[in-house]
């Protein structure tokens, strides 16, 4: 949403950012491992798509995918222009890295807090740029002109519970995943405010929803200790060579198998008894000690600062001790469809960027490549949406007559719920008080 709030605003578009919390709190600035670009001399945008389709199961969309890896290497060239500093060796060249499912070295990574940069030197760049945003202001609902196009949305204060009217001539969905709707019951390593709110309002709107079923469980969520469930230990750990191993020790999976595979082999072998029991149910071993009997002392600390540290207050030196792990909820991998102008494939003027598409990743996603959505969507997303707004002459008649068709075909359907739609934030009311 940011990167897309830029770009608009550089082609010349009056823009405002709106967030339900605060700007930059998001599933980026959670992202630890890195971001992919086949931007190396053996590498090639044309290898990473194979990756990238393969690792998906063939489900991305061509055209999406396409134009992912493409613009792969522009876009941290964009981000280097901005500020964003990458890690370098001592002869100034990029130091990457494997990921689960890369056949090349291709991850670019700021240590292990990647996200945390991106979104550093993002927020700077709007604040720069002027661009205002209203914050703790959560869209309930996408409003339609009389043309049944997208013009504007219904805002409420997160705070004061107060509604507000954002007109516009585009609107630009980037509104994340669905992590803290806890889906079958698992843990998440998503942001407070992930819960999929951007795809209930746009399929309110009459926007179409592909591969919704398919969630991304990460395989390497912390079991314990419990003030970190759920959290996520980076697969950036795999790539330097900690090992996944079962209660006797013993590897049961390669570390950089695709994420979906990974994750399946670790509840199967909690399922067959081979996991370690902890006090927030089974999991199994992340040897991180291996890291540095492979690449020497110190590995961690330089090039896992934030695991490190986070592991060393809660009392584990992660130098010496494994973790105990168990996949978590991580990534929303189906979405709302687009066209290759990041449009929706129903209603115009109503443009998508970053998690909340579907179809970019097939139905799994490769590490690496959710930093680099963001950014070429969200690009692409802002130029479209700007150049669209300048063929706009003139907002119709705002309504939510399509608010109320929605509601005439649930009841038509006899579907009934009590919950509401779409959720905000996550309940963690105790239910047994």
């Known amino acids: 949403g940011v990167a897309a709030a830029i770009t608009a605003k550089e082609r010349g578009a009056d823009v405002l950012i709106v967030t339900k919390l605060r700007m930059g709190d998001s599933n980026t600035v959670m992202a630890e491992g890195g971001i992919q670009a086949a931007d190396g001399p053996n590498d090639s945008p044309a290898i990473h798509y194979i990756d990238a ?25 964009w981000l280097i222009g901005l500020g964003v500093v990458f890690d370098k060796n001592a002869d100034g060249e990029p130091v990457t890295s494997h990921g689960g499912g890369t056949s090349k070295k291709r991850m670019h990574a700021c240590r292990d807090f990647t996200g945390l940069e991106i979104m550093r030197t993002l927020k700077s760049e709007v604040s720069c740029r002027d661009i205002p945003v209203a914050e703790y202001s959560s869209a309930v609902e996408i409003i339609k002109d009389e043309n049944g196009n997208a013009a504007g949305a219904v805002l409420m204060n997160t705070e004061t ?33 992930a819960t999929a709110d951007g795809l209930v309002i746009a399929y309110r709107s009459g926007a179409k929803l592909i591969c919704a079923d398919t969630l991304q469980y990460h395989p390497t969520g912390v079991v314990e200790p419990s003030a970190l469930y759920g959290n996520l230990v980076t697969e950036k750990a795999r790539s330097l ?21 990974t994750a399946a082999a670790i509840i199967r072998e909690c399922k067959i008894g081979n996991g370690i029991k902890t006090a927030n149910g089974f999991g199994v071993w992340l040897d991180t000690p291996m890291i540095e009997m492979i690449n020497g002392d110190g590995t961690i600390e330089k090039r896992l600062p934030s695991t490190f540290r986070t592991f060393e207050r809660a009392g584990i030196d992660v130098r010496k001790e494994p973790i105990a792990v168990y996949p978590t909820l991580h990534y929303q991998n189906g979405g709302i469809d687009i066209n290759g102008n990041c449009e929706t494939t129903k209603v115009e003027n ?32 802002g130029k479209a949406a700007a150049d669209r707004a300048k063929t706009v002459k003139k907002v119709g008649k705002l309504s939510l007559a399509h608010v109320e ?29």
């Open 161 to 193: 519970g107060g509604f507000s009217v954002a007109k516009a001539k585009t609107v630009i969905i980037a509104t994340g995943g669905a992590g803290r709707l806890h889906c079958q019951g698992f843990p998440t390593s998503n942001h407070y405010g």
């Open 405 to 433: 068709k929605f509601q005439k075909e649930l009841e038509k359907a006899g579907i009934a719920s009590d919950k509401l739609s779409p959720q905000i934030l996550p309940d963690y009311t105790r239910k047994d008080l």
């Open 241 to 261: 060579g900690a090992q996944l191993v079962n209660k006797d020790g013993a590897a049961f999976v390669n570390p950089l198998e695709t994420r979906d595979v």
């Open 53 to 77: 389709f393969g690792g998906g199961g063939y489900a991305a969309k061509p055209q999406l995918l396409k134009k992912l890896v493409l613009e792969a290497p522009e876009a941290i060239a």
């Open 350 to 381: 109503l443009f998508v960027a970053g998690e909340a598409v579907g179809g970019i990743h097939g139905r799994n996603r490769l590490m690496g490549n959710s930093l680099l959505d963001v950014i070429v969507f969200g690009r692409d997303a």
